[in-house]
Each structure stands twice: as structure tokens, then as C-alpha cells.
């Protein structure tokens, strides 16, 4: 934690060890009925019954409840004790450090205390054990005692929080305490009712109390468990679509000779940059983290022969290079990114003065994101080799960026980079295992897959990544072809398949046709046509769900299961655009089971952009050239995990 951060947590500690004091002292030399101690004893079994707030290190307790009416009857030092001994126990039965153990002690004592004392003197009342009479004129103050307590209590332990995690207190605060207060304003309603049933009947009513308790903190339990469920499958997801996006990326790097790595070693610094600037804002890191990966996707329109020239750029190659950022935004903008990820990606080659592309915008008009990713660029592309010259030294690189700063770098990032560069770049050998294998393909020959002879693959990365499919989606003209050829080159680095089909709906015959296969036994599958609710792909596009590990043969015929290799398992998602289900794909591979649920969720997650893919292909023409489809032999579906 800060020197900052450090200074206020010992600050709490020692006001409210300090008020704790008092309060001792005010109980003792006060006259406190024995039934205080009930109450105390209540408020110290409940606080056992505690709940961990999703997503913070911060926990609730209906032991507020109790202390509300221990501040009702007893006055606020009687309640300010009581919860601080709580937070003592509490300390000692989770094993909290000793400095935790102060902060919390005089975080609840304050709390307790203040918003105590502002009751009493709006109210205009004593404490209210065995006062006669209960107004309605204590709503109001009641209200503002709860809301008092729970902005004191949340306030503080939200700002030291945000000292940990380098935030603003307020962010916190809205994100993970602000819908608890409803809580406190129940609390402190019930332990009113309670006093007001104390006063009219007799402390036995206590005992109305624990069912109450346990039903409460059941419910609570639930709801924050289905918080925690949903923010790890969140999680989870956005762990699976970033894996994705960066094997796509790594692979368009490929493309690039003499870019190994370089996207990686981008997105690593320009994250730990922004946040040494002090960006905490969790959308922007995310926008940031995706752009470095993506920021030259463009690069696929543009010539292998100007990408890889041993020499300086022409003016009208440097014109085409250009290029790379715009087009690179377009196609990325039909990706629908929950963060601003295409602002990024256009704008990484503008000047700070102006005078940059594409759009030649200045100062703060560029992203942030755009201006951090411009410098680790930069400083990444000096410090690597080139066909034109050999890598610059660190030393080097550092004073060009100082000479373009303020020219076409932010000097604020400029300077924070220098001071930080050291820490934050990883090292110029760091190269994602699929741009390896990717690198290591240009000079590789394939083995026979399926029993024809091993075909050479000199360039295979520029084949992989099927620039031409992307250059024809780019402009509008692609086919299904291009769709699964881009499909194919993403799918196979990410899911253990050996073959992929895409199984389009022939509306006219109530079917599913394979209109394009890659992989093992592309040949076989291609053409293969099941009916509609029947077969595999059948009954995944009329029930609009996955099958995970089915038995291929049900689709394909029994022959596949002995070709060498086999399709033994395979996994099949729908793809549907607008509520209509245009068609299926469906992955394939030899070890049985082979296929998780990690899986299912990957290909169920890019459906909608597949599914819009091929709604807005023109398949008359890529149709007209399959063989004519045959059938396949239809067994009962089995082996399906839902």
C-alpha cells in the first residue's frame, strides 16, 4: 500500500481505538441495564453468520440488526462497543493481521458512534429502553441513523479498498457497496420493530428472532453465491474470447516475417503502461489489452513484398502500408466489442501535432489507449531486427522517442515509458507458441492426413491465414468458401479438431448440407446432407443447441470411424442470425471425449459472428460448384451432453 494509504488506515485505527476508549468509560461509570448484554451476546453469535461480498475482500453480517437496536436502547457508545468487540472476534477467528484488526475496530466504532449520536439529536430522545411511549415521528431519524452508518462504514473500508488496488473510492464504492444500502435501511427498520415489540410485550420476544435470522442469512447466502457464479462464468468467457483473439492475432503476426512475437510483447507493456499513468478504469485496460493484439489486423490487406522488403518503402508503398490502420478498423468493427477496441486500432499511427493517419487528429482528440500503444510500438519495432537494418539499441530507441515527443507522441507518456521501460517490456524473445509453429510452418512439409502424399508447404503461414478470403470479405465479395477458410484458420490453434464442416440450411428441402469441409477427409465430408431434426446437425439446428462428443458416423456414415485418422467425436454449435438458424458447424476428431464444455462455450460464443458472416454471404454462385450432395446413413443420436 502507499505511504498515502498507509497514513489513513493508521489514522481510523487510532480515532476509533481512541473513541473506543471512551465509550468504556461512559459504560462504566453509566448505569447499563443487565439486558445490554443480550443483546451484545446476540449481536457477537450473529456476526459468526457472515457473508463475503462478491468480487472485494469485504464481508456482511446480520449482526447490524442488533447493534441498531443496542443503539435504539442503549445509546450509541453501548452499540459502538458491542460491534467493535465483534470485529475483534471476527478478526481472531479469520486470522486477520493486526493491522486489519485496528482498521476495523475503529472503522465500526466510528461508524456506530457518529451516526448514533446525529439519531439521538435529531430525534430529541433518550435512549428508548423502557421509555413508555414510541413515536412515529422516529422514522425519519431512524432512516438517516441507517444511512449515516452504512455511508460512514462503506465509505471507509471503500477508500482503503481503493488504496490497495490504486482506484478511486467512489468507483468502488458505486461497484460493490452501493446496493447494500437498502440492507441497512432494513436493518435498522427491524431492530425498531424489535424495540417497539420489547417495549410492548417482554424481552421473551427474542426468541421470535433466530428463524427470522436463519431465513435471512439463507437467502443472502444464495443471492451473493449466484453473484460469485456469475462473475466466474463471466470471467471464464472473457477468458475464452481473449485466448481467442489472440491466437487469431498472433497468427495474422505470422504473416509479417519479421514481426515475430511483436504483438505479444505490445500488448504486455501497453497494459502495464496505462496503468503506471493511472488508468484503473477496468473498460479501458480491457479496450487497451485487445487493441495491442489486434492493432495490425489491417496488415493482412496489405502485399507480403512491401510487409517483408529488404529496403525503405517507396512513397506509394508507404501509401499502401498506410492502409493497414482503417482497413484494420473496418474489419474489426463488425465484431460488436463491449469495449472501445476500433477507435484503438485506427487511430495508433496519429502524431500528437497532427499530422499522423488516417484522419490526422491531435492531442487528446486521440484515444488514450491509441497513444500508449503508438509509443510501446514504436519503441518495440526499434529494438527488433528488420531486413533494412539491425535492431537499435535500448539507449537509442529511447532517444528517438524523446525527440518525437510532443511531435508525435504525448510527452506525459513519453516520460512515464522512459522512467518505467525497464520494468514493464518483456524481453525480444517473447513469441506466443502458435507464431512459432506458425514461422516454423514456411519451412515444413505436412504428412500424408489422408492417405495422399505429404504436400509442401512453403508459405503455408500466408495459406493459413487465407489473406485472400479476408481481402474478399473486406470488400463485400466473399463466399462461403472465405468464411470457412477463415473459420478453419482460427478453429484448429484453439480447439483440438483434426477436421471442421459447416452444414448449411437448404430451406427447399427441409436439410443440412455441408457446403464447406477442411481438414481430414475434407473430401468425404463435403456434400454430406442430413434432414432437418434428424442426425446430428439436424438435431442441433431444430433444437438450436450444442452436441458435445456425438459419434460422428450418425452424420457421416460409418466408414469415417475406420478412415485413417478416425472421426470418432466430434462438437456441433448452431449458427443463428435474426431468430432463424442458417446452419451448423461441426469439429472432429479422433480420441473419443476429446471435446469440453470449454469448447461448447468457445464455438457458442463465436456463433452470432459466423451466423452474420454467412447471412450476408450470396451463396448461389459458391453452391453451383459442390458435387452433387449425398446422403448419409441416419443412426438414433446418442452420446449427447447438453
Given at each position: ?211 427470522l435470522l436463519l431465513v435471512f442469512y439463507i437467502t443472502m447466502r444464495s443471492s451473493f453465491g449466484r453473484v460469485e457464479d456469475a462473475k466466474g462464468h463471466v470471467i471464464a468467457l472473457n477468458r475464452l474470447y481473449l485466448s481467442t483473439v489472440e491466437t487469431l492475432a498472433t497468427a495474422i503476426d505470422a504473416k ?27 473498460t479501458t485496460l480491457q479496450a487497451i489489452e485487445a487493441a495491442a493484439l489486434l492493432h495490425d489486423t489491417g496488415k493482412i490487406a496489405v502485399p507480403e513484398h512491401i510487409l517483408n522488403k529488404p529496403g525503405k518503402l517507396t512513397p506509394a508503398e508507404f501509401e499502401k502500408m498506410k492502409l493497414h490502420a482503417p ?213 442441433s439446428a431444430a433444437h438450436r443447441r450444442f452436441v458435445l462428443n456425438a459419434d460422428p458416423s450418425i452424420d457421416l456414415g460409418p466408414g469415417v470411424a475406420s478412415c485413417s485418422p478416425p472421426l470418432r467425436t466430434s462438437v456441433t454449435v448452431p449458427l443463428a442470425n435474426e431468430g432463424h438458424v442458417l446452419a ?59
Amino acid at each position: 500500500m502507499s505511504r498515502n494509504g498507509r497514513t489513513y488506515i493508521s489514522a481510523v485505527a487510532a480515532i476509533g481505538v481512541a473513541l473506543g476508549g471512551y465509550c468504556v468509560v461512559t459504560l462504566v461509570h453509566g448505569r447499563v441495564p443487565r439486558e445490554f448484554f443480550i443483546f451484545a451476546a446476540l449481536t457477537l453469535l450473529s456476526g459468526r453468520f457472515t457473508l463475503k461480498v462478491p468480487s472485494v475482500e469485504a464481508h456482511f453480517s446480520p449482526s447490524e440488526m442488533f447493534v441498531f437496536a443496542s443503539v435504539l436502547l442503549f445509546g450509541p457508545e453501548a452499540g459502538a462497543i458491542t460491534l467493535a468487540a465483534d470485529s475483534v472476534l471476527i478478526a481472531w477467528q479469520r486470522k486477520l493481521t493486526r493491522v486489519q484488526t485496528l482498521f476495523n475496530f475503529g472503522n465500526l466504532t466510528l461508524s456506530v458512534w457518529l451516526s448514533g449520536k446525529l439519531f439521538f439529536f435529531i430525534a430529541g430522545v433518550r435512549p428508548l429502553f423502557n421509555a413508555m411511549a414510541l413515536s412515529g415521528g422516529l422514522i425519519l431519524p431512524l432512516l438517516l441513523f441507517a444511512a449515516a452508518f452504512f455511508v460512514v462504514n462503506s465509505g471507509l473500508t471503500a477508500t482503503a479498498i481503493a488504496f490497495t488496488k490504486n482506484r478511486s473510492p467512489v468507483a468502488v464504492w458505486r461497484e460493490h457497496f452501493l446496493w447494500l444500502g437498502p440492507g441497512y435501511a432494513a436493518g435498522a427498520c427491524v431492530a425498531l420493530l424489535l424495540v417497539v415489540a420489547l417495549n410492548l410485550v417482554h424481552f421473551s420476544a427474542l426468541v421470535l428472532l433466530p428463524p427470522l435470522l436463519l431465513v435471512f442469512y439463507i437467502t443472502m447466502r444464495s443471492s451473493f453465491g449466484r453473484v460469485e457464479d456469475a462473475k466466474g462464468h463471466v470471467i471464464a468467457l472473457n477468458r475464452l474470447y481473449l485466448s481467442t483473439v489472440e491466437t487469431l492475432a498472433t497468427a495474422i503476426d505470422a504473416k509479417d516475417e519479421v514481426t515475430h512475437g511483436h504483438i505479444r510483447r505490445v500488448q504486455v507493456a501497453a497494459l502495464a503502461l496505462a496503468r503506471e499513468i493511472g488508468i484503473s478504469d477496468d473498460t479501458t485496460l480491457q479496450a487497451i489489452e485487445a487493441a495491442a493484439l489486434l492493432h495490425d489486423t489491417g496488415k493482412i490487406a496489405v502485399p507480403e513484398h512491401i510487409l517483408n522488403k529488404p529496403g525503405k518503402l517507396t512513397p506509394a508503398e508507404f501509401e499502401k502500408m498506410k492502409l493497414h490502420a482503417p482497413i484494420g478498423a473496418d474489419i474489426l468493427s463488425a465484431i460488436d466489442f463491449p469495449y472501445p477496441v476500433v477507435p484503438i486500432v485506427r487511430h495508433h499511427h496519429e502524431n500528437w501535432d497532427g499530422t499522423g493517419y488516417p484522419d490526422r487528429i491531435a492531442g487528446e482528440a486521440i484515444p488514450i489507449g491509441a497513444r500508449i500503444l503508438s509509443v510501446v510500438d514504436c519503441f518495440d519495432a526499434l529494438t527488433s531486427d528488420r531486413p533494412y537494418r539491425r535492431r537499435m539499441s535500448n539507449a537509442d530507441a529511447l532517444a528517438i522517442l524523446r525527440e518525437r515527443r510532443g511531435t508525435m507522441y504525448d510527452p506525459a507518456i513519453v516520460d512515464t515509458f522512459v522512467r518505467v521501460y525497464q520494468r514493464i517490456m518483456p524481453s525480444g524473445d517473447s513469441v506466443h507458441p502458435v507464431a512459432k509453429t506458425l514461422g516454423d510452418a514456411r519451412t515444413t512439409k505436412l504428412e500424408p492426413v489422408d492417405g495422399g502424399a505429404g504436400i509442401a508447404i512453403e508459405g503455408a503461414a500466408s495459406e493459413v491465414l487465407a489473406v485472400t478470403s479476408l481481402a474478399r470479405a473486406v470488400s463485400g465479395e466473399a463466399t462461403i468458401a472465405d468464411v470457412g477458410a477463415l473459420t478453419w484458420m482460427m478453429l484448429r490453434q484453439v480447439v483440438p479438431c483434426i477436421s471442421m464442416g459447416i452444414f448449411i440450411r437448404d430451406e427447399r428441402h427441409d436439410a443440412m448440407i455441408v457446403q464447406y469441409a477442411d481438414g481430414a477427409h475434407a473430401s468425404t465430408l463435403r456434400g454430406t446432407r442430413v434432414t432437418l431434426g434428424a442426425g446430428i446437425a439436424g438435431w442441433s439446428a431444430a433444437h438450436r443447441r450444442f452436441v458435445l462428443n456425438a459419434d460422428p458416423s450418425i452424420d457421416l456414415g460409418p466408414g469415417v470411424a475406420s478412415c485413417s485418422p478416425p472421426l470418432r467425436t466430434s462438437v456441433t454449435v448452431p449458427l443463428a442470425n435474426e431468430g432463424h438458424v442458417l446452419a451448423v458447424i461441426s469439429l472432429y476428431a479422433s480420441n473419443p471425449e476429446t471435446f469440453t464444455d470449454d469448447h461448447a462455450r468457445l464455438l457458442t460464443l463465436l456463433a452470432p459472428s459466423l451466423a452474420t458472416s454467412i447471412a450476408s454471404l450470396d451463396r448461389t454462385g459458391s453452391r453451383a460448384q459442390q458435387p452433387e450432395p449425398r446422403r448419409a446413413a441416419l443412426g438414433e443420436l446418442r452420446l449427447l451432453k447438453r
